[in-house]
């Protein structure tokens, strides 16, 4: 099946615009996670859906950030006034929800943000 | 804090021979662990975790790996390396209930050599 598709893979953007990180995971996944890849680094959690309200954006690292998943499914990641220092891979995971498992986290192929 | 250790950047094995990638991790409590692969311009892939039970944990592709509590250690494992093998590995750790956050180690690239 389908799995976590971001789009798009490659944005190019300067110094102080405004960005829109889309993705999409996989169909019933309730749960859905953004982490920030740097080079050389392991994936750092941004902030943690379950179903259409954010239950943990502690990693959101200022008010720059912001995400939203309106309808339970796709979710898009917006970040302001963009920063050099925000050139990173921006992954995207889903996972399933509860039924007493520990579900494990399917990532998509990420979005590379380059701001200049 | 959460954290996770691994402390070799890279890994290099000649093909057929065993391989092992090493991580620690801190966390309070009991903790659930995970083992992902990073293969060039894909996403991360879940190759296994460890939850509870038996500390010898068995996932995708022959590889395992091992809990150990007293070394607080979850070290990644294969009996016969392939070059198709390497790629980045990344531990993960979690505490253990309800909704908790996964933190991710720094990766280790193995490379397998023909």
């Known amino acids: 099946g389908a799995g976590v598709s971001q789009t798009p893979s490659n944005k190019v953007t300067e110094k102080g615009k405004y960005v829109e990180l889309r993705c999409d995971p996989i169909?019933?996944?309730?749960?859905l996670y953004w982490y920030r890849q740097s080079l050389g680094q392991g994936p750092e959690f941004l902030i943690y859906f379950q179903g259409t309200g954010a239950a943990d954006d502690s990693g959101l690292p200022n008010d720059r950030f912001f995400a939203v998943r309106p309808e339970g499914s796709v979710s898009t990641l917006k970040i302001q006034r963009t920063e050099r220092g925000d050139s990173a891979v921006y992954l995207c995971a889903s996972s399933l929800l509860g039924g007493g498992a520990v579900h494990e986290q399917y990532f998509g192929p990420g979005t590379r943000l380059t701001v200049t | 804090a959460q954290s996770v250790a691994q402390p070799e950047d890279q890994v290099n094995v000649a093909e057929g021979n065993p391989l092992t990638v090493k991580c620690t991790y801190s966390?309070?409590?009991?903790?659930?662990l995970f083992w992902y692969v990073q293969y060039p311009n894909r996403g991360l892939q879940f190759l296994l975790k460890?939850?509870?039970?038996?500390?010898l944990v068995k996932g995708s592709y022959g590889f395992e790996a091992e809990f150990n509590k007293s070394q607080t250690s979850f070290h990644l494992k294969k009996p016969s390396a392939l070059v198709s093998d390497s790629a980045l590995y990344f531990c993960?750790?979690?505490?253990?209930?309800?909704?908790?956050?996964?933190?991710f180690g720094t990766g280790t690239k193995l490379q397998v050599i023909p």
């Open positions: 966390v309070s409590g009991n903790p659930y």
């Open positions: 169909s019933g996944h309730t749960a």
């Open positions: 993960a750790v979690r505490p253990s209930g309800g909704y908790q956050k996964v933190t």
């Open positions: 460890y939850i509870t039970g038996d500390n």
